[in-house]
């Protein structure tokens, strides 16, 4: 088992920055990638931006140029500059197992408004 807990979901205003972080525990030795996604109001869940088992770096094309995400063992971290209301919505830890296991986080709120 896997357990995520997102930290640092609030208010933003428009044009500003903030980061999210993601801390896993349990069987952290069975995750090959971690990533966040995200769910607006009125709209289905969409990756944001992965860490798939190579290394490399995934984005949605919303946030390329904006995002950055990072992973540090069993920590994933997504800073966002830039941000505009429509990236208002709750984000969603994700990590997948070599099992082929997915497990998510509770989520937390970003919401982007003057």
């Known amino acids: 088992q896997v357990q995520l807990v997102e930290i640092g979901g609030g208010l933003v205003q428009p044009g500003g920055s903030h980061r999210l972080s993601c801390l896993a525990s349990g069987s952290v030795f069975r995750i090959i990638s971690m990533g966040w996604y995200r769910r607006a109001p009125g709209k289905q869940r969409e990756l944001v931006a992965v860490?798939?088992?190579?290394?490399s770096t995934n984005y949605a094309d919303s946030v390329k140029g904006r995002f950055t995400i990072a992973r540090d063992d069993a920590r994933v971290y997504l800073q966002m500059n830039r941000l505009q209301p429509e990236d208002t919505a709750v984000y969603y830890c994700?990590?997948?197992?070599?099992?082929?296991?997915?497990?998510w986080g509770q989520g937390t709120q970003v919401t982007v408004s003057s």
């Open positions: 994700h990590a997948r197992t070599y099992l082929g296991t997915d497990y």
């Open positions: 860490v798939p088992p190579d290394g």
